[in-house]
């Protein structure tokens, strides 16, 4: 009997304007048995966003049962919504042989390394503070302040990747495509991710 | 100043017959930075063979010399010839930002973990000893006791895969370059190999 390799959890972060989403979109698309961790949350749906695609839209008594129940690997409150990674969804999808891609801000990624311990932790980059800048500028249109709060919350993040076992440095997404490409495959065949019995096959 | 990355040191393990030294000639030429390490010996240069490209053909006196002085990471004798790889050779390449990739057996490798400690192992098998036997054959035309004893030696390598960091089953050339490259690709994206110049750079 031939056993399905276990699958292995990816965990990505960066500061806000990093382009770490759009990354996390794409890779799924290029890269064969990798999905995309959906979260919990017991936020409202936006308009156009899907259950269990966005996220797992679920009520406050729920999710604090989760939490009570030790099902979060991380969980966190922002803005007075809840959101959290349940361990029964990425052990499922796991266990069928599927790699996952976590989208989550450095916070979540200490709490998974702490909860969880396996996983690859990758961390993105962006070319300079300057192109940052100019990205959330693009994005929101948000008073000086705002800027500058948001400014210091990146930088105080850029300083949290020597925590991660890889940087990416997200000038061009193309090749920040295909180097994200090339750190699963290769994860991929770290020998103790090897199938212990396509050797002992080999062997036969 | 931007300091200059260090290189890397690549370690390739294979039992004979698995297409190591195919992949290796292949992989300098299509991964920039990437250059073979050229070993000493004692034994005379072959038909076309050239200095310091296949080896660096040397005498006796010298080799033991440089064996005394301490300056081999690995060195071995094979049908009473010596063959050995020098640190300062290989110090002198990753000081100029080279990554080495470095065709040596499992008792190099095992020499080469003990007395350099640094370095990315990989292990590359054949899909079946069944294929690497018929790539045997098709080498060289060997006596049955031969052929017995070169597979016997081929499984008792095979066995040491659980020493390496990556296990790459060679079935398609294509496709193992190509995996190749994708560990090569990620591995210089390792936290520890990121210079820290370049995330300063970032931060300013």
Chains 1, 2 share one sequence.
Not at 92 to 120: E, F, P
Not at 133 to 141: A, T, V
Not at 170 to 195: C, P, Q
């Amino acid at each position: 009997m031939l056993k399905r390799r276990k699958g292995s959890l990816f965990i990505i972060s960066a500061p806000s304007g990093a382009g770490k989403t759009t990354l996390c979109k794409k890779i799924v698309t290029t890269v064969d048995s990798l999905v995309p961790s959906v979260s919990f949350t017991t936020r409202k749906p936006r308009g156009g966003e899907v259950n269990d695609l966005d996220y797992t839209f679920i009520g406050e008594e729920e999710f604090r049962e989760m939490i009570a129940g030790g099902d979060f690997v991380e969980w966190a409150e922002v803005h007075g919504n809840l959101y959290g990674t349940s361990r029964d969804r990425l052990e499922g999808l796991m266990d069928s042989g599927l790699d996952v891609i976590l989208d989550i801000d450095t916070q979540g990624a200490r709490q998974i390394r702490k909860l969880y311990g396996d996983g690859v932790f990758i961390f993105i980059l962006p070319p300079s503070i300057e192109i940052l800048r100019r990205r959330l500028e693009k994005r929101r249109s948000n008073s000086r302040e705002d800027m500058a709060r948001r400014l210091g919350a990146a930088i105080d993040e850029i300083k949290e990747y020597n925590n991660y076992d890889y940087v990416i440095i997200n000038d061009v997404l193309k090749d920040s495509v295909r180097l994200l490409e090339a750190i699963i495959i290769a994860e991929r065949h770290k020998t103790e991710r090897t199938d212990k019995s396509i050797i002992e096959k080999i062997l036969a």
